[in-house]
């Protein structure tokens, strides 16, 4: 029989989307399943209060946490290497890895991993953010040699309402962004009902779909040594290798 793989995933306390996507993505893989931890993440921007949201501590006491049901792989399914500098995430992976003994990827790093695996240099951003947050984002990605050729954010700041943007919203924003002629599309919030579109948007536009809550999934999936190929119906991200 195949010992089960378990996929740890780091919440926002306030996400709603990120847990039954997950679940509904894995579950086309048999013996995976995925198990969550939170942490109190209630707003997005470069408020002091919000940035200190991050902090390792909170982070470390939520992975410890996935550790009790002894998971395979720890992996962030959240984007705040994005303004934070993604050198965040690379430290909150080896703390991870040191305080539990279990592997970590993040959504970011997963992400920044298929950029480089098909050499895509343009790139398209879709977010709920404020306008500050995406200008980092945007920078972030310029000194990892990316160009963002088009983007669109929505200005909202409160973590629990991203999760209330309607997916033909999200569709319509990708369609407007698709225009620049990106290499990948990347809805770049996991808090955002946008990965499930993935099949359509890359039908119509013929533009890969990089959602974040799948990057994340596709990171720890690699981690464990199981094929991101046997998910199928959420995008062809899955099949790149």
Known sequence: ????????????????????????IVASIPGVTAHFSRFRVTEISLKTQALEQFDDSKILAAAELLADAKVDVIGWSGTSSGWLGFDAD???????????????????????????????KR???????????????IGNYRALGIEV??????????????????????????????????QALTTFCTNLHAASLAEEIEASLAIPLLDTVSTTVWGMLRKVGVDPAGVRGWGQLYGWR
Do not use: K, W
């Open 123 to 137: 790139l398209a951003l879709v977010t709920p953010y404020t306008a500050d947050v995406q200008q980092r984002i």
């Open 149 to 182: 050729v088009a983007e669109r954010h929505l200005g909202i700041s409160v973590n629990h309402d991203f999760a209330l943007v309607e997916p033909e919203a999200l569709g319509a924003l990708m369609r407007q962004v698709s225009t620049a002629q990106p």
């Open 90 to 120: 690379v430290r909150m992976c080896e703390r991870i890895h040191q305080h539990t003994g279990i592997p970590a990827t993040t959504a970011v790093l997963a992400l920044n991993e298929l950029l480089a695996l098909r050499g895509i």
């Open 1 to 24: 029989m195949t010992p089960p793989v378990r996929l740890g995933v780091l919440t926002p306390s306030s996400n709603t989307a990120l847990e039954p996507l997950t679940s509904a």
